[in-house]
Structure formats: structure tokens, C-alpha cells
């Protein structure tokens, strides 16, 4: 590898990083967040197996989405960006029919997700323009 081949991989790999630590903190919280409301909401008593395979299930799409951009970015990062932005389904299908969606509410909802929301944009994005910064060849240099 050349030096300017190695200077032009170094912020790509620094990017993926960053977004690979960004994926698994995006899919841990929808994990611990998400999951376990649901199962009880389900009726599942907590501890018995029913109730950990509902978690892993309401989980897997976040955790695959995390799995395919640490090995593929460009499939990976569409992967959580579609994910993402099919979060307010996921959430809002979690939700008691029962419950009152009142202004409160919905602020509340939108202040506790939009963070997490972000993040996972966030991730998907440096993980698309890290694929990009790594598939561009580098610029030849001088030869004078």
C-alpha cells in the first residue's frame, strides 16, 4: 500500500469505527427499550422463555441491520437507514391500543426517540460515506 493510498484509507477506517459504535449502541437501546414493554404488554410473565424469545424476536431486525453494516457498508448503512426510519411503525405497534394520544404524549414520544433516531441516520450515514471514501481511488501523485 502507498502512502497516499494509506492517508485517504485512514479516515475511512476511522469512520467506520465510529459508526460500527454507533450501530450497536442504536441496536442495544431499541433492544432494552423496545423489547421488554412489549413482551409484558403481551402478557408474558418476565424470565421464562417465551417472554426472552419475544425479545429477541422484536429485536432481530435491528441487530441484522447492525451485523449487515459491520460487514458490508453499503449494504449495511441502507440496511439501518431503512431500519430507522421504520422505527415510529415499530414503536407506535408497541403501544397499547388503549392508550390516549394526547399532545403531551406525543411530545414526550418525540423527545425520547428522536435522539436515538438520529443516531441511527447517523450510523447509517457514515457507514454509506465511508463505503464511498474507501471506493474512491486516490489521487496520483506528481511525478515531476
Not at 460500527?20 to 424470565?47: C, H, K, N
Not at 457498508?73 to 421504520?86: K, M, P, W
Request: hydrophobic share 55%.
Amino acid at each position: 500500500m502507498t502512502g497516499a493510498q494509506e492517508a485517504t484509507d485512514r479516515p475511512a477506517k476511522w469512520l467506520r469505527r465510529v459508526a460500527r459504535v454507533l450501530a450497536v449502541i442504536w441496536a442495544g437501546y431499541w433492544t432494552f427499550w423496545l423489547a421488554p414493554p412489549t413482551a409484558e404488554f403481551l402478557g408474558l410473565e418476565e424470565y421464562t422463555l417465551p417472554y426472552y424469545l419475544t425479545i429477541a424476536i422484536l429485536a432481530l431486525p435491528f441487530w441484522v441491520a447492525a451485523a449487515i453494516a459491520w460487514r458490508r457498508e453499503s449494504v449495511g448503512g441502507v440496511a439501518l437507514l431503512v431500519a430507522t426510519f421504520l422505527l415510529p411503525w415499530l414503536v407506535t405497534a408497541s403501544l397499547p391500543s388503549y392508550h390516549y394520544w394526547s399532545l403531551g404524549f406525543m411530545v414526550i414520544w418525540v423527545l425520547l426517540s428522536l435522539p436515538i433516531f438520529v443516531l441511527g441516520c447517523f450510523a447509517g450515514s457514515l457507514f454509506l460515506v465511508s463505503w464511498r471514501r474507501s471506493r474512491t481511488p486516490a489521487t496520483p501523485e506528481a511525478t515531476e
